[in-house]
């Protein structure tokens, strides 16, 4: 059953007087006023052609609405219930009602103009295991004629819900009315996790996900492989599997030479899927294989680690691939949605497929058969010198549209605010490799050398955050940041290893300068890439960043941007975009947060940033910011409900309790 509370934490009386009773737009069609998928709809362009919220009045957004995410019954309901900070939830509007997971992954439906909870999904069962979880960035919704259901991935489990009352279905599963077990087999049944969302096509639900300890930066090299599968919506069976590792007599075996393909595993899928819904065909973007630093024991190029797959949505079979990396060996996950649009090049129209990586690259085709929109050339890039290893000697380098972001590291790409900063980093980079994007890592030498400074780090200049699409201009917003770090391998001791080498526990960080990144700003950008060309169009950095830092306050910087991991959304008249937040997982140092580790040399605090800006698309100028509770945690989305504009983000940071801030216009 579902708990129908009338939720007692909506932060802060509703401000629905603020907001504007008429507007001079047209009418909007219910498709242009909802928001069907977390990434806006299957084509994932995070778009919307809403209006009403423009250039002309930005300036009176407001706060009208706030929402507790922390499931306060609950958590007086459990005791002893710990939660994430990190709300990552973008909700759904579906026919009138918001819906998202709340802090701990269970549904919650609530009213559009206020907030007010209309139902919350209860634990499976009445006790603390069962009440216990974590948000995922977003769930899926299906319709066939009259009949409605919420997909949502919680744990290791797939439910199907009533969006009505928040019920499960009894038709859907088997063992477990309601929900389907999602673990690949008993051993895995408590590691299996989707950050992401489903996404529905047709009557078939597609789940991507990975093992929590499957042997990522260890020292073992067997693990699970985490195939991509398809089930029904309505009974929940198993349709179809792809596997993500070929076996014997698969397409790609070959490329796991020396029968490495029979233990190797990882190479989820656990960012977000696209789909074409006309051509029936789900777009899923691939991760690194296990002991994403050393492949010494998976010779070859290992597909479809790092690939981009088209299958057939109904029977899961591959119709075409690319591979960005061969051979990974910086866990240059494609990490990012692949994002759908139409595109003019050369006089002829394409429906493309864009897929951005953490490499900073954006890769482009045509989604119809796979074929590159511009020639990706293999180009030769830098060896291994590491025992066993064995690199490959090209890798795949777009010829358009240009890096969002800086790849690869010099002497000239290090701070020069100011000589004494310019001779520290040189100082702190010389007992470390550098050098172009594709420099592997290298043996740590105690003493001696301390491994390859990487750029872009394994977390990567792009990430879950990175890409919206604007149909109206074809033009890319790539959101991206500069985040060294350093590569470093070392035989292996532990008595249970089985590989060689491993990550080097002994090497250290990336260096910084009391936490001041020692490459040149902006460390946060949003980047502006014409579809249509191929070219840049604008980039700027997305946030202050660091300039109170005391090493740099009285330099007079320009903004230097805030190295986080902030979504964008792209309205028909606007670029919105926060500034991230410290309880993101994953980011970096020098921007933000309040650091006490002085081995690693921060001993100054500063904030991260709590703004949420308004861009104008053609120029990357901001035309409006505002404060928000605290930092953005969940991409933004927007909707039309009752005639009015709403702007929907998840905020969170250590220091403050997870929420939605809904912002609309406050009247004149």
């Known amino acids: 059953m579902t708990t129908n509370w009338n939720h007692s934490r909506i932060l802060g009386a509703p401000l629905v007087s603020l907001l504007l009773v008429t507007h001079s737009v047209q009418a909007q069609t219910l498709e242009e006023g909802a928001w069907t998928y977390f990434g806006g709809d299957n084509n994932f362009n995070r778009y919307s052609p809403l209006d009403q919220i423009n250039a002309s ?43 998202a997971q709340n802090i701990f992954g269970l549904v919650e439906a609530f009213d559009p103009a206020t907030g007010a909870t209309l139902w919350t999904q209860d634990p499976y069962e009445p006790t603390l295991l069962e009440a216990a979880g974590i948000a995922a960035r977003g769930i899926a919704h299906w319709q066939q004629g009259i009949e409605q259901r919420l997909m949502s991935v919680r744990g290791s489990y797939l439910y199907a819900l009533d969006p009505q009352t928040g019920e499960g279905f009894p038709d859907f599963g088997r063992e477990e009315l309601g929900r389907i077990n999602l673990a690949y087999s ?47 919506v309505r009974s929940g069976e198993l349709k179809w599997e792809f596997n993500v590792i070929p076996q014997a007599g698969e397409y790609g075996y070959e490329t796991w030479e020396d029968g490495s393909a029979e233990w190797s595993g990882d190479i989820g899928s656990w960012c977000c899927l696209s789909a074409d819904d006309e051509l029936g065909i789900v ?83 045509d989604r119809t058969n796979g074929e590159p929109v511009w020639p990706i050339v293999e180009t030769a890039v830098p060896q291994s010198s590491v025992p066993g290893e064995a690199t490959a000697a090209t890798q795949p380098i777009p010829s358009k549209p240009p890096p969002f972001d800086r790849q690869g590291i010099s002497r000239d790409d290090l701070i020069d605010f100011t000589p004494g900063l310019r001779a520290q980093a040189l100082e702190l980079i010389a007992d470390f490799t550098i050098g172009p994007l594709y420099t592997p890592p290298s043996s740590w030498v105690e003493g001696g050398n301390q491994g390859t400074i990487t750029v872009p780090g394994f977390w990567g200049s792009g990430n879950w955050n990175t890409g919206a699409f604007d149909p109206e201009s074809a033009t890319y917003f790539a959101v991206s940041y500069s985040n060294p770090d350093n590569l470093a391998i070392a035989p292996t001791s532990a008595e249970s290893a089985t590989m060689t080498h491993s990550f080097a526990q002994q090497s250290p960080l990336a260096p910084t300068i009391q936490g001041i990144p020692l490459v040149k700003p902006p460390w946060g950008r949003v980047t502006a890439l014409n579809m249509n060309t191929g070219e840049l169009e604008w980039s700027v950095a997305n946030g202050d960043g660091p300039r109170d830092h005391p ?46 580790d002085p081995d690693r040399g921060y001993d100054e605090s500063w904030r991260w940033g709590k703004k949420f800006r308004a861009y104008d698309k053609s120029t990357g100028s901001s035309l409006f910011e505002i404060d928000l509770p605290a930092g953005t945690t969940g991409a933004p989305m927007t909707y039309l409900h009752d005639g009015i504009q709403y702007i929907v983000v998840a905020v969170s940071s250590r220091a403050s309790e997870p929420e939605w801030v809904a912002l609309g216009l406050e009247a004149r």
Request: aromatic residues 8%.
């Open 57 to 99: 009045n930005v300036e009176r957004l407001r706060i009208v609405w706030r929402r507790d995410a922390t499931a306060a019954p609950l958590r007086e309901t459990y005791e002893g219930l710990a939660a994430t900070k990190n709300l990552r939830s973008t909700p759904l509007l579906i026919d009138g009602a918001l819906y």
């Open 283 to 365: 777009y899923v973007p691939l991760g690194a294989p296990t002991s994403a630093f050393y492949g010494g024991h998976r010779p070859g190029d290992n597909l479809f680690a790092n690939s981009l797959l088209a299958l057939d949505a109904e029977t899961g079979e591959r119709i075409w691939h690319f591979q960005m990396i061969h051979h990974d060996l910086w866990e240059y996950d494609n990490s990012s949605p692949p994002i759908l649009g139409e595109i003019t090049v050369e006089g002829r129209r394409i429906k493309a497929v864009m897929q951005a990586n953490k490499n900073g690259f954006l890769y482009v085709f």
């Open 186 to 232: 008993a051993e895995d049944a408590n590691n299996f996790t989707l950050t992401t969302s489903p996404l529905v096509i047709g009557d078939v639900a597609v789940i991507g996900g990975f093992l929590n300890g499957a042997g990522d930066g260890g020292s073992r090299k067997e693990a699970a492989p985490e195939n991509i599968r398809g089930f029904d």
């Open 551 to 596: 090493l740099l306050k009285d330099l007079e910087l320009p903004p230097l941007g805030i190295p986080n991991r902030p979504a964008p959304l792209v309205t028909r008249s606007l670029l919105f975009m926060g500034e991230g937040s410290d309880a993101v997982i994953g980011t970096v140092p020098g921007g933000g947060g309040a650091y006490d």
